[in-house]
């Protein structure tokens, strides 16, 4: 019986129009306690906004529970933001992005409630920036949501008061994470297609709704090729030292019935010579104007062995992902992280509790070795000879449905 299929659904008109009006007024000085639970429909959402300006909270899935624990965060102030996204209870380019925007609007707002001049929000707006585009260096999508919000700020603020600023603020968090959905879901169609009609795909790290604000980047393509009627068997690298790949994408495919396979990252060479893998596809945290792309830790080995096997590459992300005022993949700061996140993973030691560990969090992929790079405005064949700065330059705007 041939599959039948399905796309993903764009966000519908009426979710699309936020109530400005309302936000602007404060509904009262008590924070009302937000009921925090599972998805009514089913789908793990990373970020989400609840409530109101003044009694608003940012609703974090807690992504180092996973797959055990479905447990939620609510966020209400820049501090604990800052340390969720430094310990990837959200994680993934485009979700520390709408999670830094959001933070903004979190922090303005009790100073907002305190006086009606909105240059007094001056100097929190520039502490608040500084301590978020800080917190994680290589996803790029941090630093352009938080740009982007400045840049709203900024138009703003001469004209409105401040808590209506902030209500403007919030408007724009809102519509960044609204676009974000629309851009996962345009990737998703673009990358589907080159995937293969039957036979072996890997991914590696997580790039799927827990990553993003809609269904995700290479695993969006990976499941649209799925519903496409591909007969696709994904295999999922486990991406020491987090697990990413075994926490959330298994969970992310097994929940969206996409069959899966579990590898441990050492595995991809082994399967790629038995004939096993097709297609690789991945995401990135920042391409630059050469169409080098950082990712997660691993992901340059696999290039390799995909070049050497003459398996097609795939790079999937959205135009907030591209850093075009770096020309190569060399200039990008790599985050390196703790120690015990591979000396002890899951909190279980591993190793002699003082052996040195290096720990960089991400690698950078060469644009020679990426067959295709994916985007919500088209693809990018062959990068290395060109393309990255032409389909990128400019804003994406929201289409009118
Ligand atoms: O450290 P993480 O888990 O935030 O790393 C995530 C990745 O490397 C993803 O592949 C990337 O952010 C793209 S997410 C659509």
Redesign the pocket.
């Known amino acids: 019986m041939p599959a039948r299929k399905k796309k993903f659904s764009r966000p519908s008109t009426k979710a699309r129009r936020p109530a400005a009006r309302s936000a602007v007024k404060p509904r009262g000085k008590q924070a009302k306690p937000l009921a925090v639970t599972g998805p009514a429909d089913g789908i793990l959402r990373g970020v989400e906004w609840r409530g109101g300006l003044d009694d608003g909270a940012l609703i974090l899935l807690d ?1 180092t529970r996973l797959p055990t624990v479905i447990g939620y965060q609510a966020i209400r102030a820049l501090e604990p933001l800052r340390q969720a996204i430094i310990d ?1 209870v959200v ?6 992005g709408i999670a830094g925007a959001y933070g903004l609007v979190l922090h303005l707002v009790p100073f907002a409630l305190k006086a009606k001049n909105s240059s007094t929000l001056e100097k929190p707006f520039a502490v608040a920036f500084e301590r978020l585009v800080t917190s ?1 260096p290589t ?1 790029v ?1 941090l630093k352009w949501a938080l740009e982007r919000m400045r840049d709203c700020f900024q138009r703003h603020l001469s004209d409105l008061t401040a808590l209506e600023l902030c209500a403007r603020l919030l408007m724009e968090a809102k519509r960044i994470h609204r676009e974000d959905a629309e851009l996962c879901a345009r990737i998703a169609e673009n990358g589907a297609r080159l995937l293969p009609k039957s036979g072996g795909v890997l991914t ?5 709704a827990l ?2 604000g809609g269904v ?4 969006g393509c990976i499941v649209q090729a799925h519903r496409d009627g591909r007969q696709i068997q994904v295999f999922a690298d486990e ?1 020491r030292p ?1 697990l ?1 790949g075994a926490r959330l994408t298994a969970l992310e495919l097994q929940r969206a019935k996409v069959p899966v396979t579990l590898i441990c990252d050492s595995m991809a060479a082994h399967l790629m010579q038995r004939g096993k893998i097709q297609a690789v596809i ?4 920042r391409i630059t104007a050469n169409g080098d792309a950082a ?2 830790i691993g ?1 340059y080995g696999l290039a390799v062995l995909a070049k050497h096997h003459g398996i097609p590459f795939y790079v ?2 959205p135009y907030s ?1 591209f850093d075009l005022s770096l020309k190569d993949g060399m200039l990008i700061e790599i ?1 390196e992280r703790k120690a015990d996140e591979v000396r002890r993973p899951q909190g279980t030691q591993f190793s002699p509790a003082d052996v040195p560990v290096a720990n960089p ?2 690698d950078v992929t060469p644009a020679a070795l990426i067959t295709t790079i994916i985007t919500e405005r088209g693809v990018i064949h062959k990068p290395e000879k060109g393309g990255v700065a032409k389909l990128m330059a400019g804003n994406y705007s929201e289409p009118a449905i």
């Open positions: 992504q990837l994680r993934g380019a485009p979700a520390i994680r996803a999508n590696h790290c997580n790039t799927g990553a993003t995700g980047t290479a695993l991406t987090l990413q991945v995401g990135a945290d990712n997660k992901t999937a992300a992902t985050e969090a991400f």
